[in-house]
């Protein structure tokens, strides 16, 4: 059974923009966390970008605050994930997940999510 589905993936040059979408059930939606993780080639997979559904907070990994935004629409149980001012060290699969959190807080490592799209792609080019 399919829970998440990403779409908008692809090429972008380095520089460029591009925007990420997630498609989810209700039932997937109705956990605390919504996340984005990427990964790269032989390694595991990195958390990036996280959202509290219900207070809307959100959460960065270091390598890419600023440049990387994400937001929900909660009533089409769809997130986003803006990538501004790509950089080649961007290109990478692209994960989104659902989870659980405490409070009102997300966590953006693998053990707390438990809902995964199938990945999508991300290349930048220089």
């Known amino acids: 059974q399919v829970n998440l589905v990403e779409s908008g993936g692809g090429s972008v040059q380095a520089g460029g923009s591009l925007r990420l979408s997630c498609a989810g059930t209700?039932?997937?939606?109705?956990?605390?966390?919504l996340a984005w993780f990427r990964q790269f080639p032989g390694q595991e997979r990195e958390g990036v970008a996280a959202?509290?559904?219900?207070?809307?907070?959100?959460f960065y990994a270091s390598a890419v605050k600023g440049r990387l935004i994400i937001s929900q629409d909660k009533a089409a149980n769809t997130m986003f994930l803006q990538m501004n001012n790509s950089k080649d060290e961007d290109s990478a699969t692209y994960f989104c997940?659902?989870?659980?959190?405490?409070?009102?807080?997300?966590?953006?490592?693998?053990?707390?999510?438990?809902?995964w799209g199938q990945g999508i792609e991300v290349s930048v080019s220089s």
């Open positions: 997940a659902a989870g659980w959190g405490r409070s009102d807080r997300c966590s953006l490592r693998l053990p707390s999510y438990d809902k």
């Open positions: 209700t039932y997937v939606y109705g956990r605390d966390c």
């Open positions: 959202i509290n559904r219900n207070s809307g907070n959100t």
